[in-house]
């Protein structure tokens, strides 16, 4: 009994979090079948950005905000979709299977152009740098991606 209160105060605070991300259009992915549906189904034709969220104060302060900020570019991504690490931890793993060789990072930004991996923004390219050094490392990618 305990734990279902604590797992329902968990995901209440969590959800500002995911809302922040949906408000912009992107769809959350929160299984491994879900994941698999998207990237096997249409995100396989155009550019797909994959969002890993996180509760890290470097994913509220910078990534996220990033992420908004960069999708006001005239070019971006044909297919958006996000899964939040630490939380949907299977899904997050599933699609973490589409970066190729790229460590898991949390925060970070994989953008797959008909369904291959051919860009990634790990957590190091995100703490440390301003909102905007981020989100024009977004919208550099989307120029030569998309």
Known sequence: ???DFYFHQLQMMVQPMRDELT???IRELRTPEEVVEALEGEAKKGTTLIV???VCGCAAGLARPAVAE???HDKTPDHLYTVFAGQDREAT???REYFGDYPPSSPSFAILKDGKIV???PREQ???RSLEEIAASLKAAFDKYC
């Open 70 to 72: 960069a999708l006001k």
């Open 126 to 128: 995100i703490e440390n």
């Open 23 to 25: 408000r912009l259009g």
């Open 52 to 54: 890993v969220n996180s």
């Open 119 to 121: 860009h990634m923004i």
């Open 93 to 95: 793993a599933k699609a």
């Open 1 to 3: 009994m305990a734990q």
